[in-house]
């Protein structure tokens, strides 16, 4: 979800009084991505407690239009077609149908609106105010929806939930940059793209914009998916190489050029050719996207009125400054919601344990699915591990899924607890690997333990078995 940024000044918001002022909640939300959704779901449920979620674009937020469903809704076809193009017996096209890929998209979107998503909060006692949120004092939220505004207190918490922002370098200034937005929103297909950064949505958008007809060249500054084992950036770099995709790694962006800009909408080429100067090398495109990362959604709503360690203020997903991952924010709302419930009810607090894992998938092909610390993690750290390594070409359940199969699994096992504290898997279909490392990590199973889990044949699953025997 996009900052809340007032379009008035706090004083004039708080100066706006019409008949709807002296609304009160018990709870308020401030942003209706999946974070702020759930919190709210999770304030009020089983209660006579009320909520309003106040949102100034769609309800269900970044993920549901402009980054998780539609940029899978995009990638699952390249996968399958990827896997049937490798498979002996089926004989298919080696051209995608982009026209049908954005109709798949524009579907799982609902065509942009959010109709489905109002009808579900108000089916559940959910309020939802749309317009800008603004905290104007304890417990208290102005509303400014284009000159209208009501002021609303909440009884119990304010919670924000305002999601995050794109970081855009100060080198792209004055060049209308395509934003993530842009590339999961496409509606013009640039011939030509050059794709600036090196992590999941850089990589992902790689993927799809080839898939979708554009010439792709990726340009990023360090290698590609940095913060994962290094072997997964090595696949996936060699993958979208093998694609066509030309890959440039540890390269710096010292300049960009585009004599005509202009915002011309989400999804649309923005004006002329632009060069991009990186590496000390010249690319032109005839559209450049920036996927550099992320920031918090946290100026122009009112957080410098109030502590913020203030009882009644929460922040959850993105707005957190934790793991920018929807199922993150949505994990961290639960925990939320049932707190305010917990305090309003008077009853005992529930107890978070500490340092929960976070898993997370990046749908390239292969997919890296990991959860927990990697190998230099656990080392800087001062974990004495052991590592498990497994090339997933050696498993016959793996095998099965493409001639062309290849990947690679990682255990990070720490050896004064004899449990897992990391795991990486790089492979087709793999992201459903990924969560019995997140139980054996959560549940600290020893892999003494783990041993009994019986793998079933012929399964991918049957790697968890032969990580385990290669620490004999």
Known sequence: MAAASASKSREEIAG????????????????????G???????????????AIIEHELLGGECSYWACMPSKALLRPVEVHAAARNLDGIKVSKKMLPEELLRRRDAWVKQYEDG??????NGIGIDVIR???????????????????????????????????????????????????????????????????????????????????????????GTLLGKSEPFAGKLVAKALTDNGIDVRQKVDVTEVRRPVADDTGIGRIHGDQVTVIAGGEEFTADEV??????RPARDGIGLDTVAEDAPWLYAVGDASGGPALTHWGKYQARNVGHLIAARAAGKAEPVVPENVPVPQVVFTDPQVASVGLTKKEAADKGLDTSI??????????????????????????????DTIVGATFVGPEVDELVHAATIAIVGKVPTSILRHAVPSYPTVSEVWLQLLESLD
């Open 116 to 121: 489905g998503q109002v009808g579900w909060a």
């Open 289 to 294: 996207l920036v996927a550099t990362g992320r």
């Open 131 to 221: 317009g800008h949120g603004v905290i104007t004092g304890e417990k208290t939220v102005a509303v400014d929806n284009g000159g209208a505004g009501r002021t609303i207190r909440a009884r119990q918490a304010v919670i924000v939930a305002t999601g995050s922002t794109p970081v855009i370098p100060e080198v792209f200034a004055g060049t209308q940059p395509w934003s993530s937005r842009d590339a999961t929103g496409v509606r013009e297909i640039p011939a030509s793209l050059i794709v600036v950064g090196g992590g999941v949505v850089a990589c992902e958008a790689a993927a799809w914009m080839s898939a979708l007809g554009s010439s792709v060249t990726l340009l990023s500054r």
């Open 388 to 417: 498990a390594d497994v090339e997933l070409t050696g498993v016959a359940g793996f095998g099965l899924l493409r001639d062309d199969a290849q990947g690679r699994a990682r255990l990070v096992i720490d050896n004064a607890t």
């Open 16 to 35: 706006l009084d019409d008949e709807q002022s002296g609304d009160e909640y018990d709870v308020l939300v401030i942003g209706g991505g999946p974070a």
């Open 37 to 51: 959704e759930v919190a709210a779901q999770y304030a009020i449920a089983g209660s006579d407690r009320t909520a």
